[in-house]
Protein backbone atom coordinates (compact mmCIF):
# COMPACT_ATOMS: atom_id res chain seq x y z
CA UNK A 1 0.00 0.00 0.00
CA UNK A 2 1.29 3.45 -1.14
CA UNK A 3 2.61 5.96 1.42
CA UNK A 4 0.78 9.05 1.42
CA UNK A 5 2.73 12.49 1.97
CA UNK A 6 0.36 13.13 5.47
CA UNK A 7 2.28 10.23 6.87
CA UNK A 8 3.48 11.17 10.12
CA UNK A 9 7.45 11.68 10.83
CA UNK A 10 6.85 9.36 13.54
CA UNK A 11 5.07 6.66 11.19
CA UNK A 12 8.16 7.36 8.41
CA UNK A 13 10.48 6.84 11.02
CA UNK A 14 9.02 3.42 11.91
CA UNK A 15 8.51 2.28 8.62
CA UNK A 16 12.14 3.51 7.57
CA UNK A 17 13.59 1.29 10.76
CA UNK A 18 11.72 -1.73 8.90
CA UNK A 19 13.39 -1.32 5.88
CA UNK A 20 11.06 0.85 3.86
CA UNK A 21 12.31 2.70 0.74
CA UNK A 22 9.41 4.52 0.13
CA UNK A 23 9.09 5.98 3.54
CA UNK A 24 12.90 7.25 3.35
CA UNK A 25 11.84 8.76 0.13
CA UNK A 26 9.01 10.54 2.12
CA UNK A 27 10.84 11.94 4.38
CA UNK A 28 13.74 12.91 2.05
CA UNK A 29 11.45 14.37 -0.21
CA UNK A 30 9.64 16.39 3.05
CA UNK A 31 12.90 17.94 4.25
CA UNK A 32 15.71 17.93 1.63
CA UNK A 33 14.85 21.72 1.18
CA UNK A 34 15.19 22.80 4.54
CA UNK A 35 18.72 21.63 5.15
CA UNK A 36 19.87 22.25 1.86
CA UNK A 37 18.35 26.35 2.17
CA UNK A 38 19.79 26.18 6.27
CA UNK A 39 23.11 24.86 4.69
CA UNK A 40 23.88 27.04 1.64
CA UNK A 41 22.58 30.38 3.80
CA UNK A 42 25.35 29.48 6.18
CA UNK A 43 28.28 27.92 3.68
CA UNK A 44 27.23 30.38 0.37
CA UNK A 45 28.70 27.10 -1.47
CA UNK A 46 25.78 24.55 -3.33
CA UNK A 47 28.55 22.13 -3.61
CA UNK A 48 28.83 22.15 -0.11
CA UNK A 49 25.27 22.11 0.67
CA UNK A 50 24.71 19.48 -1.80
CA UNK A 51 27.50 17.61 0.51
CA UNK A 52 25.84 18.09 3.75
CA UNK A 53 22.48 16.72 2.67
CA UNK A 54 23.50 14.04 1.02
CA UNK A 55 25.61 12.98 4.51
CA UNK A 56 22.50 13.84 6.73
CA UNK A 57 20.39 11.43 4.76
CA UNK A 58 23.28 9.18 3.95
CA UNK A 59 23.31 8.57 7.74
CA UNK A 60 19.59 8.44 8.27
CA UNK A 61 19.72 5.43 6.17
CA UNK A 62 22.93 3.81 7.01
CA UNK A 63 21.79 4.26 10.71
CA UNK A 64 18.11 3.68 10.31
CA UNK A 65 18.14 0.69 12.36
CA UNK A 66 19.34 1.83 15.35
CA UNK A 67 18.93 5.57 15.71
CA UNK A 68 16.67 6.64 18.65
CA UNK A 69 14.60 10.49 17.68
CA UNK A 70 13.32 11.23 20.61
CA UNK A 71 12.00 14.75 19.64
CA UNK A 72 10.79 15.80 16.49
CA UNK A 73 12.48 14.86 12.95
CA UNK A 74 12.45 18.00 11.82
CA UNK A 75 14.80 19.27 14.88
CA UNK A 76 16.69 16.09 14.72
CA UNK A 77 17.61 16.96 11.10
CA UNK A 78 18.12 20.32 12.03
CA UNK A 79 20.53 20.00 14.60
CA UNK A 80 22.11 17.88 12.41
CA UNK A 81 22.44 20.06 9.99
CA UNK A 82 24.22 22.38 12.35
CA UNK A 83 27.11 20.09 13.24
CA UNK A 84 28.37 19.40 9.59
CA UNK A 85 27.88 23.40 8.79
CA UNK A 86 30.54 23.65 12.03
CA UNK A 87 32.44 20.89 10.99
CA UNK A 88 32.20 22.50 7.31
CA UNK A 89 33.69 25.69 8.47
CA UNK A 90 36.11 24.09 10.44
CA UNK A 91 37.35 22.47 7.26
CA UNK A 92 37.50 24.79 5.04
CA UNK A 93 39.59 28.02 4.35
CA UNK A 94 39.89 29.12 7.79
CA UNK A 95 42.14 25.88 8.67
CA UNK A 96 44.00 26.82 5.23
CA UNK A 97 44.03 30.91 6.70
CA UNK A 98 45.29 29.68 10.18
CA UNK A 99 47.97 27.40 8.61
CA UNK A 100 48.96 30.38 6.47
CA UNK A 101 49.53 32.86 8.97
CA UNK A 102 51.24 30.09 11.43
CA UNK A 103 53.64 29.96 8.13
CA UNK A 104 53.83 33.37 7.73
CA UNK A 105 55.24 34.02 11.09
CA UNK A 106 58.04 31.22 10.96
CA UNK A 107 61.23 31.82 9.15
CA UNK A 108 61.21 29.58 5.70
CA UNK A 109 64.52 29.56 4.12
CA UNK A 110 63.67 29.14 -0.16
CA UNK A 111 65.48 26.06 -0.48
CA UNK A 112 63.64 23.45 -2.23
CA UNK A 113 63.79 20.89 0.50
CA UNK A 114 62.46 23.10 3.24
CA UNK A 115 59.76 24.14 1.08
CA UNK A 116 58.86 20.25 0.55
CA UNK A 117 59.56 19.33 4.33
CA UNK A 118 56.98 22.61 5.26
CA UNK A 119 54.65 21.53 2.74
CA UNK A 120 54.78 17.74 4.55
CA UNK A 121 53.92 19.29 7.82
CA UNK A 122 51.16 20.99 7.13
CA UNK A 123 49.77 17.89 5.48
CA UNK A 124 50.65 15.59 8.30
CA UNK A 125 48.98 18.72 10.84
CA UNK A 126 46.02 18.50 8.90
CA UNK A 127 45.66 14.70 9.18
CA UNK A 128 46.27 14.30 12.55
CA UNK A 129 43.97 17.27 13.44
CA UNK A 130 41.34 14.89 11.61
CA UNK A 131 42.10 12.18 13.61
CA UNK A 132 40.98 13.29 16.42
CA UNK A 133 38.15 12.59 18.63
CA UNK A 134 34.96 14.00 16.59
CA UNK A 135 33.99 16.04 19.30
CA UNK A 136 37.70 17.08 20.47
CA UNK A 137 38.31 18.05 16.70
CA UNK A 138 35.59 20.47 16.38
CA UNK A 139 35.93 22.30 19.91
CA UNK A 140 39.60 22.99 18.34
CA UNK A 141 39.35 23.70 15.16
CA UNK A 142 36.16 26.13 16.50
CA UNK A 143 39.03 27.38 18.92
CA UNK A 144 41.80 27.51 16.50
CA UNK A 145 40.68 28.30 13.24
CA UNK A 146 37.56 30.57 14.14
CA UNK A 147 38.68 31.74 16.96
CA UNK A 148 35.82 31.52 19.42
CA UNK A 149 36.36 31.81 23.15
CA UNK A 150 35.75 28.79 25.31
CA UNK A 151 33.23 30.23 26.33
CA UNK A 152 31.77 30.78 23.02
CA UNK A 153 32.24 27.20 22.22
CA UNK A 154 30.59 25.75 25.21
CA UNK A 155 27.66 27.74 24.67
CA UNK A 156 27.49 26.93 20.54
CA UNK A 157 28.12 22.99 21.52
CA UNK A 158 26.03 23.15 24.81
CA UNK A 159 28.77 21.98 26.50
CA UNK A 160 30.41 23.42 30.02
CA UNK A 161 33.84 25.48 29.55
CA UNK A 162 35.68 23.04 31.32
CA UNK A 163 34.99 20.09 28.64
CA UNK A 164 35.87 22.73 26.07
CA UNK A 165 39.15 23.30 28.25
CA UNK A 166 39.88 19.61 28.31
CA UNK A 167 38.91 18.94 24.70
CA UNK A 168 41.64 21.75 23.43
CA UNK A 169 44.26 20.41 26.11
CA UNK A 170 43.95 16.90 24.60
CA UNK A 171 43.89 17.85 21.38
CA UNK A 172 47.33 19.98 21.53
CA UNK A 173 48.56 16.66 23.70
CA UNK A 174 47.97 14.85 21.23
CA UNK A 175 49.47 17.09 18.09
CA UNK A 176 52.39 18.07 19.77
CA UNK A 177 53.11 14.04 20.79
CA UNK A 178 51.97 13.27 16.84
CA UNK A 179 54.30 16.20 15.25
CA UNK A 180 57.25 15.81 17.75
CA UNK A 181 57.55 12.12 16.05
CA UNK A 182 57.40 13.52 12.57
CA UNK A 183 59.91 16.30 13.24
CA UNK A 184 62.19 13.76 14.68
CA UNK A 185 61.74 11.77 11.16
CA UNK A 186 62.02 15.11 9.10
CA UNK A 187 65.49 15.83 11.10
Same mark, same amino acid.
Given at each position: ??????????????????????????????????????????????????????? %??? +????????? !???? #? =??? *???????????????????????????????? %??? +????????? !???? #? =??? *????????????????????????????????????????????????????????????
Amino acid at each position: MPLKLDKSDFDLLQQLKNDDEHAFTLIYNRYWKQIFSLAYYKLKSLEDAEEIVQD %IFY +SLWTRRKAI !EITG #E =LKN *YLAVSTKYRIIKAIAKSSRQQDYLDSVLQNVY %IDN +STQQLLDFQ !ELKL #E =LAK *YVDELPDKCRLVFQLSRDQGLTQRQIAQELGISEKTVEAHIGKAIKVLKGKLSTFLNFLL
